[in-house]
């Protein structure tokens, strides 16, 4: 624990003191400063669109700065090969992999509170200056949508780290990894509109088949997005969220264990 | 116990046959408690391969590798192990400080035997005024230098050196071989490789040789510099256009140094040429043997096993 620990806080300082994430950051406080005014460009639904609007800006930041810091701080490990520094203390591979991910992870929820305090902040201002008749602000569902975005980025950290394993370039891992957040985004969509909602549409079996599988191996990003129930004050079940939570820790523990079992067997030349 | 072990260990790359390639053919080489090892040879001969070997970070396609006695693979082990690769990359925000702190949580060491540790050491490597910059500011030879210090941390028995000296400018040379000197006063075991001869003649007390992954020899530095010396330099206060008059029927090579001439007989010329300036009252300053190069004798070496093999 103690090696976990210890890589977790090394990754944790080398991320904060980034150049990467003092400019997103910046970026993430011009965006939600224009929240009021992009909100009062649709008058109907000002509290609606400025939700939509701080938590698609915390998204969105937080999915750059997990694909870009989370690809830079491992990939760039054996890239530039630091990480026979590390592994020539008395580390293992797995408290190496377990070390790195905890750090990353540490990284993403800071950056997650701290994001979320200010699309918390920026939203709250419009609600203040609005009256109720523009919409009603559901502050449950906000932190529930912000607390499975941070899941969803956290799942991501494990993606990156399962294609690093075996991929020795950092803008492979970053590709792959963007590739399956695409996928991940829309397969559940997909299956149920071919399944469902295409009546009338010859659809092939194979292709159905193929639309299957892969709702099965990649990550259902789609169940971990709340951000329109909290706009609209929609009600999620609790089974729902628990369903959520379960299964982005469950991918995250799949992915993080065989990237592991992949990093004991592999060589650092 | 030896501190080191090679035992029958031999590295191929690619699996593919038509890429395969033996980088260390059947090394089997030990290194006792205490000793400074100079392990040497060519670019791509091995050296780092076999390093790597050591540390775990890639495995032997056949044999075995122990450190301390215990299998390579036990990442326990390196409690007791410091490691400084050929151009050290560090995570470019860090400072030294952080760095130390963690190559000693990792070792085991409480924060303060940490604390006090690391003082004593960025001391050692003058990296005390810039303890908390960050590494990304720093030059080669002070990343070489906390390098070292990140390698010393947790008070090694056993320090393996991959081309420590490669790269630095003569100053960042001999803060390295100080330090190896005064690792070996210690007691502790040094393994390091170098392709720069001269940087280890003073240094190890045995040195193997390695080329095209094969160990060609393991002997004391003495023993592998004293054959065959090639003959004498007798430095004499005379000119040399007078010493080419009394020595003319020997025919030796003379070269000016200051005020005194260095006179370069063979073996079996010696006697009869140290007789002629004796009686010609020449004033001898010195008599030396002349030595071959340790470049020379590496070279002989590989080049004799390569034709005893071919």
Avoid at chain 1, 3 to 31: D, H, M, P, Q, Y
Avoid at chain 1, 149 to 161: D, E, G, Q, R
Wanted: net charge positive.
């Amino acid at each position: 624990m103690r090696n976990i620990g210890a890589i977790a806080k090394i990754t944790f300082w080398e991320g904060l003191r980034s150049r990467l994430f003092f400019a997103l950051f910046v970026i993430a406080l011009l965006a939600f400063s224009g929240t009021y005014t992009l909100s009062y460009l649709f008058p109907r639904d000002v509290i609606k669109v400025a939700v939509d609007l701080s938590l698609g800006t915390t998204s969105l930041i937080g999915l750059i700065l997990t694909l870009f810091l989370g690809t830079q701080l491992l990939a760039k490990d054996l890239e530039k090969r630091t990480i026979h520094m590390v592994l020539a203390k008395a580390v293992s591979r797995s408290e190496y992999v377990l070390g790195k991910f905890t750090g990353l992870s540490l990284m993403i929820i800071c950056s997650v509170v701290l994001l979320g305090g200010f699309a918390a902040l920026a939203t709250w201002t419009v609600d203040r200056l609005t009256s109720d008749a523009y919409g009603v602000m559901h502050w449950p569902l906000f932190v529930l949508s912000l607390s499975t975005i941070m899941l969803m980025l956290i799942l991501l950290v494990s993606i990156i780290f399962f294609f690093s394993s075996f991929v020795s370039s950092t803008f492979l891992a970053l590709g792959l990894t963007s590739v399956v957040y695409l996928i991940g985004q829309s397969v559940e969509e997909l299956k149920e509109f071919l399944t469902q909602g295409a009546e009338g549409l010859a659809v092939s079996p194979v292709f159905l088949k193929v639309v299957t599988v892969a709702y099965y191996i990649f990550p259902n990003l789609a169940a971990l997005d709340f951000k329109t129930q909290a706009a609209h004050g929609l009600v999620v079940s609790p089974s729902t969220i628990i369903y959520a939570v379960l299964y982005a820790m469950l991918y995250t523990a799949i992915m993080i264990s065989a990237a592991a079992w992949i990093f004991q067997r592999r060589e650092f030349p | 116990m030896e501190s080191i072990l090679f035992d029958d260990v031999t590295k191929v790359y690619g699996g593919h046959p038509a890429a395969r390639g033996v980088a260390v053919e059947r090394l089997s080489l030990a290194v006792p408690k205490g000793e400074v090892f100079g392990f040497l040879g060519p670019n791509g001969a091995g050296k780092s391969t076999s390093i790597k070997i050591l540390l775990n970070l890639i495995f032997p396609t056949s044999g075995r590798a122990l450190m301390l006695g215990r299998p390579v693979a036990d990442e326990a082990v390196r409690k007791w192990v410091g490691y400084l690769p050929e151009n050290p990359n560090w995570y470019d925000y860090l400072t030294p400080e952080e760095l130390l702190w963690y190559g000693g949580s990792t070792s085991g060491m409480s924060r303060l035997h940490i604390k006090e540790r690391a003082a004593g050491l960025l001391d050692l490597v003058d990296l005390t005024s810039v303890r908390r910059r960050r590494l990304k500011t720093f030059s080669k030879g002070m990343l070489q230098r906390a390098g070292v210090a990140f390698a010393l941390i947790n008070d090694p028995e056993v320090i393996v050196l991959d081309e420590p000296m490669s790269g630095l400018d003569p100053l960042g040379r001999k803060l390295m071989a100080d330090l190896i000197r005064r690792l070996k006063e210690e007691g502790k075991t040094v393994f390091f490789s170098s392709h720069i001869l001269h940087d280890v003649e003073d240094l190890c007390d045995r040195v193997g040789i390695i080329a095209k992954g094969r160990l060609r020899r393991v002997a004391r530095l003495s023993d592998l510099l004293a054959v065959r010396s090639k003959g004498w330099t007798i430095s004499v206060k005379d000119a040399p256009q007078v010493l080419r008059s009394r020595l003319a029927d020997f025919e030796p090579d003379y070269s000016a140094r200051g005020s005194f001439t260095e006179i370069r007989v063979p073996e079996k010329d010696l006697g009869k040429v140290m007789e002629r300036l004796g009686s010609s009252q020449s004033e001898i300053v010195s008599v030396t043997p002349l030595r071959p190069t340790l470049e020379e004798v590496v070279l002989r070496e590989i080049q004799q096993t390569d034709g005893n093999v071919g």
